[in-house]
């Protein structure tokens, strides 16, 4: 009966997050209601309140289920490489793609249009993914590695911006590739990257 249970709640909040999901790309944060994500889920307003606590709720909820898709995509990738540099652009590569086919819902996260916590929140996982890097990296505690990674982690950032605003499959490879290219040759003329476990939480702040 608990398993039963728990399936249901599991359903429920599944389709209550593919609705919020469409009903934002359609209208937007500011313009969705939650009357619009009832009427597209088919699911109670009460079980909306109940999972999620309301539209910021659902909001942050599609960010964070798209973050740990990114994280799990990244780490994936920096495990299937060897060498400190190697796996950081891997991971960055695997980055940028997550960016690219899942460019609907990262451009909704592009825009100014969310509750109120989301800036600061953005700006937390930004710094985790500072002290991620800094880790995968290598990297001491020094000011030099500092500005290092900041530099690295807003690079990726920005990269995965421009590329969830390509057109066509061809300007986002070529993004891509270009951007590796830059990458690796910040890489290769900085010293003082050591050798660190192959686990990153994130390479950038795409959001």
Same mark, same amino acid.
Request: glycine share 12%; with cysteine; charged share 25%.
């Given at each position: 009966? %608990?398993?039963?249970?728990?399936?249901?709640?599991?359903?429920?909040?599944?389709?209550?997050?593919?609705?919020?999901?469409?009903?934002?790309?359609? %209208?937007?944060? #500011?313009?969705?209601?939650?009357?619009?994500?009832?009427?597209?889920?088919?699911?109670?307003?009460?079980?909306?309140?109940?999972? +999620? #606590?309301? %539209?910021?709720?659902? +909001?942050?909820?599609?960010?964070?289920?798209?973050?740990? #898709?990114?994280?799990?995509?990244?780490?994936?990738?920096?495990?299937?490489?060897?060498?400190?540099?190697?796996?950081?652009?891997?991971?960055?590569?695997?980055?940028?793609?997550?960016?690219?086919?899942?460019?609907?819902?990262?451009?909704? +996260?592009?825009?100014?249009?969310?509750?109120?916590? +989301?800036?600061?929140?953005?700006?937390?996982?930004?710094?985790?993914?500072?002290?991620?890097?800094?880790?995968?990296?290598?990297?001491?505690?020094?000011?030099?590695?500092? =500005?290092? =990674?900041?530099?690295?982690?807003?690079?990726?950032?920005?990269?995965?911006?421009?590329?969830?605003?390509?057109?066509?499959?061809?300007?986002?490879?070529?993004?891509?590739?270009?951007?590796?290219?830059?990458?690796?040759? =910040?890489?290769?003329?900085?010293?003082? =990257? #050591?050798?660190?476990?192959?686990?990153?939480?994130?390479?950038?702040?795409?959001?």
């Amino acid at each position: 009966m %608990k398993n039963r249970r728990w399936g249901r709640s599991s359903s429920t909040r599944d389709a209550l997050l593919r609705a919020a999901r469409e009903v934002f790309l359609a %209208k937007g944060y #500011g313009e969705a209601t939650v009357a619009d994500i009832v009427e597209a889920s088919g699911i109670s307003v009460g079980s909306l309140y109940h999972h +999620f #606590g309301g %539209k910021p709720g659902l +909001f942050l909820a599609l960010w964070e289920q798209f973050m740990r #898709g990114q994280e799990e995509r990244t780490s994936r990738a920096t495990r299937a490489s060897e060498g400190t540099q190697e796996r950081f652009l891997a991971g960055a590569r695997a980055y940028l793609e997550g960016s690219w086919e899942q460019r609907s819902v990262a451009r909704l +996260f592009l825009e100014n249009d969310g509750p109120a916590e +989301f800036a600061g929140l953005r700006r937390q996982r930004g710094w985790d993914w500072i002290g991620g890097n800094r880790r995968l990296l290598g990297l001491d505690d020094s000011r030099r590695s500092q =500005v290092l =990674v900041v530099l690295l982690t807003t690079m990726m950032g920005e990269a995965g911006r421009e590329v969830a605003a390509c057109g066509s499959d061809e300007d986002a490879q070529v993004t891509i590739d270009e951007v590796i290219r830059l990458v690796r040759r =910040v890489l290769s003329t900085t010293g003082g =990257v #050591g050798e660190s476990p192959a686990r990153v939480s994130g390479l950038g702040e795409t959001a």
